[in-house]
Nanobody
Framework: QVQLAESGGGLVQAGGSLRLSCLAS????????MAWFRQAPGKEREFVAS????????YYANSVKGRFTISRDNAKNTVNLQMNSLKPEDTAVYYC?????????????????WGQGTQVTVSS
């Protein structure tokens, strides 16, 4: 099956930036959408951003709107998340997810494939 692998996480001070990347194991991976979710300790998994594959339409959680940007790079077979103006509350494990069927682009239950996650820590 398709494997997803996140990279780019790390430790950054508040106000800084990080760029996460999600690499799919198969270039022929068929998908309807890709997304980023995050999960902080003691919290449920939270939607961050998604991208509808066919037309590139993007969606963002209100908490990251204007600061984060999701994008795709077909040549590299990656989906990226540019995170700017990071805040301590952005601290979480960030997961990449892929959707094959039809479903809500905002719901984690709609996504079939998940990466192992990459830690993002923002210090104040």
């Amino acid at each position: 099956q398709v494997q997803l692998a996140e990279s780019g996480g790390g430790l950054v001070q508040a106000g800084g930036s990080l760029r996460l990347s999600c690499l799919a194991s198969r270039r022929t991976f068929s998908r309807t959408a890709m997304a980023w979710f995050r999960q902080a300790p003691g919290k449920e998994r939270e939607f961050v951003a998604s991208l509808r594959w066919n037309d590139g339409t993007t969606y963002y959680a209100n908490s990251v709107k204007g600061r984060f940007t999701i994008s795709r790079d077909n040549a590299k077979n990656t989906v990226n998340l540019q995170m700017n103006s990071l805040k301590p509350e952005d601290t979480a494990v960030y997961y990449c997810a892929g959707m094959l069927g039809l479903g809500s682009l905002l719901g984690d239950s709609s996504y079939e494939y998940w990466g192992q996650g990459t830690q993002v820590t923002v210090s104040s």
